[in-house]
C-alpha cells in the first residue's frame, strides 16, 4: 500500500490528556489502573477511568450529542493543537475532500443505561434522550464529522476491539480510492455498566490491575480513551520526526465467538499481512505494540502468533497494564503510543506484569528503555475473531 503520514495525533487516556502527559506516564512505569469507583457500580475491580468527564458537557450547538464517549472524544480532539491541524487540512484540501473513520465498541450506551434509569417500570424513555447522537453507533462518527466541520465521506466501525484499527484500514483504502485526499481516524470507548457488568459476567475481569502475560494473570482490567489522527499523503508540511502509515492488514478466524484460534492463526495471518502491504519482513520490525489483554487463552495465543511469526527477537509488550483495555479504542491507543515510541525512541515496558509466563516464546518486556524504534507492529484483537495488525514506521 501506498504510504500514508501520521500528520498529528491526539490522545486521552487514563495516564492523562495528550502527548506529553502519555510519554511521562511510559517513560515512568506509571499505571493509570486504579479500584473501581465508576457510577457507584458494585464491582470489586480496577479500571482505567479517565477523571472529570462529568464536569465537561457539550453545550450549545453540540447539546444534542452529550454523552460520556462524545464528551471524551471533544477531550481528544482539543489535545496538542489537533483542531488547528485539522483546520489546515480543512483549508487545504476543501471540507468534501477529508473522511472521517471512526471505531467504537458500545458508543454512547451509558447514555441509553440512564435514560432507562429514568423511565420507571412502565413510563416513556425522558424525552431528552437522542438515540441518534449519543447511542447509536454512528453517533460518534456525526458528531466528531460535525465538530471538525469536515463533509467528506465517514462512517463508523464497530468490530469489538479491533474497531479503531480497522478504522485506519478502511481510511486507506478510501484514500486510495481517491474518494478523500486526508482522513481523520479514530474514536473512543468509555465505562458503562454494560460493559463492566459484561465482562464480570464472562468471568474474564482481574481481580487486581490486569497483568499481561504473566504466569498469574487472571482478567483484564477495563479502560476508556479516545484518539484521533489525521492521514495524509507526505507532503512539504512533513518532516523525519513524522511517523508513517506503511501497512494494515486484517484477517478472520471465525473460531469461537469470544476465544481467539489457540494457535493464534489468524492473528498471524493479519500480522503477515500488514508486513507484505508494507514490503517487509519480520527482521525488519524493531517493537511489537501487543493486543495483550491478560486473558489466558488470549495471551497464550498471541504469544504463539508472534512466536511462529517472529522468533524471541523482536521486543513487544502490552499497553494494557497502563491503560486497561479500551475495548474498541484500543487500536488507536495503541497505534499512538508506537508513534511516541518511534519518535521519542523509548521502548514501554508493563507495568504490574511480574513474572513471565515460562511457556511464552516471545521476547516480553518488563521495564521501559531508550532504544531507537524505526518501524513497529500494532495488534488489534477483537470477539469472534476479528483481527487487525498495523505497521508504522519513522518518516526517515
Known sequence: MSRLALSDFALVTCLGAGRAETLAALRTGRSGLAPCHFDT????????????????????????????????????LAQDGFMDTVAAARARYGATRVGVFVGTSTSGILQTEAAYRH???????????DYARTHNTYALGHFVRDYLGLKGPAFAVST?????????????????????????????????????FGFHALGVIAEGPC?????????????????????????????????????????????????PHPDGAGARRAMAQALAAADLTPADIDYINLHG?????????????ISRLFGNTVPCSSSKGFTGHTLGA???VGAALCALAI???????????????????????????PTRISRAISNSFGFGGVNCSLVLGRAS
Not at 479517565?50 to 481528544?76: K, M, S, T, V, Y
Not at 479491533?162 to 482522513?183: E, H, I, P, V
Not at 484521533?228 to 511517523?243: C, K, M, Y
Open 160 to 196: 469489538a476491539c479491533a474497531a479503531t484499527s480497522k478504522a485506519f484500514a478502511s481510511a486507506a483504502r478510501m484514500m486510495a480510492a481517491g474518494l478523500c485526499d486526508a482522513a481523520i481516524v479514530g474514536g473512543a470507548d468509555t465505562l458503562c455498566a454494560t460493559t463492566l
Open 343 to 369: 519518535q521519542h525512541e523509548f521502548l514501554p515496558g508493563s507495568p504490574h506484569t511480574k513474572q513471565i509466563d515460562p511457556s511464552f516464546g516471545s521476547n516480553y518486556m518488563l521495564d521501559g528503555q
Open 41 to 76: 457500580l458494585p464491582l470489586d475491580a480496577y479500571t482505567g477511568e479517565i477523571q472529570g468527564l462529568e464536569a465537561l458537557p457539550l453545550q450549545g450547538e453540540w447539546a444534542g450529542f452529550d454523552c460520556r464517549n462524545n464528551r471524551l472524544a471533544a477531550l481528544a
Open 119 to 129: 423511565r420507571g417500570a412502565d413510563g416513556p424513555l425522558p424525552p431528552s434522550f
Open 211 to 259: 497483568r499481561p502475560f504473566d504466569i498469574a494473570r487472571n482478567g483484564i482490567s477495563i479502560g476508556e480513551a479516545a484518539g484521533f489522527v489525521l492521514l495524509e499523503r507526505p507532503g512539504a508540511q512533513h518532516d523525519s520526526s513524522t511517523v508513517l502509515l506503511l501497512g494494515t492488514g486484517e484477517s478472520s478466524d471465525a473460531y469461537h465467538m469470544s476465544s
Open 330 to 332: 484500543s487500536g488507536i
Open 293 to 305: 489483554t491478560a486473558t489466558l487463552a488470549g495471551d497464550a495465543a498471541e504469544d504463539q502468533a
